[in-house]
């Protein structure tokens, strides 16, 4: 069974950094493209950024760019996130999600995601 | 703002036929067939629903389909039943930077 398991939200100060990891199992995790998507308490799905199976190709939406950074460790089954100089405007559920085959972007398996909150 | 535009709600009575629609640009909807559909309940995990603009993965009821033209893709969702009610997204792969989301849609069944 495909499983897909955030960690590592929580509530963080602005300007801060904080480091989320996607554990992936009952697949073979570098066989896939990998995706983080966020939800804002109350707000619609927000693509966040998308590594391909090998880290060749990666991009970041533009309200993360330069700030957030996505990595991958195929060895550990892992996917990150590691977002730094957060904004209250980050405050959101974060959802590592499957692409269906390489660099197909249609999103076949989702975490349950991981709670953000910037705030002071 | 979303780059992708959908009507922020829509309604059906159960046994009816509902569509959402997905607006983009010649940039992203309309130049490529990479427009999935999702529909996540409230508080729950989005699900995958359409890939492709028409395919429906394994396990989902045929009860939901999806088209395009031009630059609107379409999700219709017929025979609705009172468990359709959620709120539905569509995405599409864009020139400009991977995938681009809606809005969002929620439907509810009357």
């Known amino acids: 069974e495909v499983q897909l398991v955030e960690s590592g939200g929580g509530l963080v100060q602005p300007g801060k950094s904080l480091r989320l990891s996607c554990a992936a199992s009952?697949?073979?995790?570098?066989?896939?493209?990998m995706n983080w998507v966020r939800q804002a308490p109350g707000k619609g799905l927000e693509w966040v950024s998308y590594?391909?199976?090998?880290?060749?190709?990666?991009y970041y939406a533009d309200s993360v760019k330069g700030r957030f950074t996505i990595s991958r460790d195929n060895a550990k089954s892992s996917l990150y996130l590691q977002m730094n100089s957060l904004r209250a405007e980050d405050t959101a559920v974060y959802y590592c999600?499957?692409?269906?085959?390489?660099?197909?972007?249609?999103?076949?398996?989702w975490g349950q995601g991981t709670l953000v909150t910037v705030s002071s | 703002q979303p780059a992708l535009t959908q009507p922020a709600s829509v309604s059906g009575s159960p046994g009816q036929s509902i569509t959402i629609s997905c607006t983009g640009t010649?940039?992203?909807?309309?130049?490529?067939?990479?427009v999935s559909w999702y529909q996540q309940h409230a508080g729950k995990v989005p699900k995958f629903l359409i890939y492709?603009?028409?395919n429906r993965p394994t396990g989902v009821s045929n009860r939901f389909s999806g088209s395009k033209s031009g630059n609107t893709a379409s999700l219709t969702i017929s025979g609705l039943q009172t468990e359709d009610e959620a709120d539905y997204y569509c995405?599409?792969?864009?020139?400009?930077?991977?995938?681009?989301f809606g809005g969002g849609t929620k439907l509810t069944v009357l």
């Open positions: 999600a499957r692409d269906l085959s390489a660099g197909s972007p249609f999103f076949d398996y």
């Open positions: 009952g697949f073979t995790l570098r066989s896939y493209s």
């Open positions: 590594i391909s199976s090998g880290s060749t190709n990666i």
């Open positions: 010649s940039s992203d909807v309309g130049n490529y067939n990479f």
């Open positions: 492709g603009v028409s």
């Open positions: 995405i599409s792969y864009t020139s400009s930077n991977y995938v681009v």
